[in-house]
């Protein structure tokens, strides 16, 4: 499906989860081409970093610490980024934590976290930038995704369930802006060779044998799949091919699709 593309060259971008992987990637290529990139991260000294590296290629770029797990870090960032910026032209929701545990194995306070983000996050960012987006008319509200969000695996509970509210958010806001101008579209990558397995440890190995076939993308694929979904206004870009495949195969055959998840994913 496809809704109004955005050109990217002097539109204000809010890139959250940008001190490092997708987010990181995101932000440089659409610096890049001409954006405003403000970036969001915990890390303060990462994100200056990354700023000044940006601005030595000739982008632009605004290091906009903020913990996304905090409701009032949540109400500061966008009184600051309304007050400096204006409404982002175009939202990228990609901050994300969460290992790979089965529920009962999951400290409270962890599952909370792992529900924070992405799908808090993503859900009061959005909520807060709205309004300016609707009135602007146009924009963009993108939604970085898992293939757990369409194919769940065993021993994941928690992660899979932030990444389905997600996926939930992305389709109700679709239907409640068409026609408003500003689009929302979802990017749901197979595996990145980001540092995301290495930030949240035991994860990895609890990749089902079966998604092994589905070769790992760059982050920098990853954010040229971004900035091409923001200018042609496409809804959903699931990728590589092979993860579409399985997607495919998942919807079509679902029982199959659980059953080969189960039997060659983590077991207790
Ligand atoms: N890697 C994969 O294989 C893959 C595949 C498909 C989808 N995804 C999804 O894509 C998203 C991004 O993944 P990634 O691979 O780029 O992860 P990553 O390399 O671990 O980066 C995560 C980013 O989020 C930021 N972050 C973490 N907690 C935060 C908080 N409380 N407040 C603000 N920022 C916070 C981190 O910076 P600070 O630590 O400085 O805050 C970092 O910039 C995740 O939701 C992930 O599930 C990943």
Same mark, same amino acid.
């Given at each position: 499906?496809?809704?109004?593309?955005?050109?990217?060259?002097?539109?204000?971008?809010?890139?959250?989860?940008?001190?490092?992987?997708?987010?990181?990637?995101?932000?440089?290529?659409?610096?890049?081409?001409?954006?405003?990139?403000?970036?969001?991260? $915990?890390? +303060?000294?990462?994100?200056?970093?990354?700023?000044? @590296?940006?601005?030595a290629i000739g982008g632009r770029a605004v290091a906009l610490p903020a913990d996304l797990a905090d409701a009032d870090q949540i109400d500061a960032l966008v009184a600051r980024v309304l007050r400096e910026h204006g409404p982002p032209d175009v939202l990228v929701n990609n901050a994300g934590v969460g290992r790979w545990l089965f529920l009962?194995?999951?400290?409270?306070?962890? /599952?909370?976290? %792992?529900?924070?983000? &992405?799908?808090?996050?993503?859900?009061?960012?959005?909520?807060?930038?709205?309004?300016? %987006?609707?009135?602007?008319?146009?924009?963009?509200? !993108?939604?970085?995704?898992?293939?757990?969000?369409?194919? &769940?695996?065993?021993?994941?509970?928690?992660?899979? +369930?932030? $990444?389905?509210?997600?996926?939930? /958010?992305?389709?109700?806001?679709?239907?409640?802006?068409?026609?408003?101008?500003?689009?929302?579209?979802?990017?749901?990558?197979?595996?990145?060779?980001?540092?995301?397995?290495?930030?949240? &440890?035991?994860?990895?190995?609890?990749?089902? !044998?079966?998604? $092994?076939?589905?070769?790992?993308?760059?982050?920098?694929? !990853?954010?040229?799949?971004?900035? @091409?979904?923001?200018?042609?206004?496409?809804?959903?870009?699931?990728?590589?091919?092979?993860?579409?495949?399985?997607?495919?195969?998942?919807?079509?055959? &679902?029982?199959?699709?659980?059953?080969?998840?189960?039997?060659?994913?983590?077991?207790?």
């Amino acid at each position: 499906m496809r809704g109004t593309g955005v050109g990217l060259t002097g539109r204000t971008v809010l890139v959250t989860g940008a001190s490092q992987g997708i987010g990181l990637a995101t932000a440089r290529t659409l610096a890049r081409r001409g954006s405003v990139a403000l970036l969001v991260a $915990r890390g +303060a000294e990462a994100l200056d970093e990354q700023v000044e @590296r940006i601005t030595a290629i000739g982008g632009r770029a605004v290091a906009l610490p903020a913990d996304l797990a905090d409701a009032d870090q949540i109400d500061a960032l966008v009184a600051r980024v309304l007050r400096e910026h204006g409404p982002p032209d175009v939202l990228v929701n990609n901050a994300g934590v969460g290992r790979w545990l089965f529920l009962d194995d999951t400290p409270p306070a962890e /599952l909370a976290g %792992m529900i924070a983000l &992405p799908f808090g996050a993503a859900l009061h960012l959005t909520r807060a930038f709205l309004p300016g %987006m609707r009135a602007r008319g146009s924009g963009r509200v !993108v939604m970085v995704n898992s293939p757990v969000s369409r194919l &769940p695996i065993p021993g994941a509970t928690g992660y899979a +369930a932030s $990444r389905y509210a997600l996926r939930g /958010l992305t389709a109700a806001l679709r239907l409640d802006l068409r026609g408003t101008g500003v689009g929302v579209t979802e990017v749901i990558p197979g595996k990145v060779s980001s540092r995301y397995f290495a930030n949240n &440890p035991g994860a990895e190995e609890r990749i089902p !044998v079966v998604a $092994r076939l589905i070769p790992t993308v760059s982050p920098e694929q !990853v954010a040229a799949r971004i900035a @091409r979904a923001v200018e042609r206004g496409r809804d959903e870009v699931v990728f590589p091919w092979q993860l579409r495949a399985f997607e495919v195969g998942g919807r079509l055959f &679902p029982g199959l699709t659980s059953y080969l998840a189960w039997r060659t994913g983590t077991r207790r």
